[in-house]
């Protein structure tokens, strides 16, 4: 069965520093998701991507994000100058046509960022 | 606002028991709902997910949910727990093409 493969599984990174999340999208997808779970907390929507520019973004999604598709296979996310609260899991994932009702999206296993 | 509501952070259930998860969801039309499975260390796996006709829904491991519009609810049941059903799940609604997930609940399988 196809995946999303997420790289790494858990990173952690100094307060300040650049990080950025990689994504492998399932190859025939073209829509592309960023989601987070802060510990304890619910999974949050953070940006969809198509066709090389974002579709939607929510209010978490500020100036220290962005996203990128830099070649025909990766899907990155990446976080400026990372805070302590940007620690969580953030999940990719990726869907072959718009609207979920049909066709659903598939998750990667996440990657766990943990900001000192 | 579109929401979703899990009221039960944690259950634990005997192995073999029946189990119930409740969800209840806020969303002006019709919804379209969906199950996640979490387990440690694992991405989100689709259980199930409702868009019309049936209300009673099928899915994979032996879950199954019943959409109830009048409740505005959609639970997960399964008739016996296996103790590799130990996880969190989480109840989400579409909206707008991105899913909207209530706060889990953490399954425990006492044996």
């Known amino acids: 069965e196809p995946e999303v493969t997420q790289t790494p599984s858990h990173q952690v990174t100094q307060m300040g520093q650049e990080v950025i999340l990689r994504c492998v999208p399932i190859?025939?997808?073209?829509?592309f998701y960023w989601y987070r779970q802060i510990l304890g907390q619910k999974v949050e929507f953070l940006v969809s991507f198509y066709n090389n520019e974002i579709s939607e973004k929510s209010e978490i999604f500020d100036d220290q994000f962005s996203v990128e598709r830099p070649d025909g296979s990766n899907f990155t996310l990446k976080i400026r100058s990372t805070k302590l609260e940007d620690s969580a899991m953030y999940f990719c994932?990726?869907?072959?046509?718009?609207?979920?009702?049909?066709?659903?999206?598939?998750f990667g296993s996440g990657t766990r960022l943990t900001v000192v | 606002a579109q929401s979703v509501t899990q009221p039960d952070i944690h259950i634990t259930v005997s192995e073999g028991a029946s189990l119930e998860l409740r969800c209840n969801y806020s969303y002006g039309a019709t919804p379209y709902l969906f199950w996640y499975v979490q387990s440690p260390g694992q991405g989100l796996q689709l259980l199930l997910k409702?868009?019309?006709?049936?209300?009673l829904v099928q899915g994979i491991k032996g879950f199954e949910a019943e959409f109830k519009r009048s409740q505005s609810s959609f639970n997960l049941r399964k008739p016996s727990v296996h103790w590799s059903d130990a996880a969190e799940y989480f109840c989400a609604v579409e909206y707008g093409n991105k899913l909207v997930f209530g706060a889990g609940t953490i399954l425990r399988v006492k044996s």
């Open positions: 409702y868009f019309s006709g049936d209300t």
């Open positions: 190859s025939n997808h073209l829509y």
């Open positions: 994932a990726s869907s072959a046509l718009p609207g979920l009702a049909n066709y659903g999206y598939t």
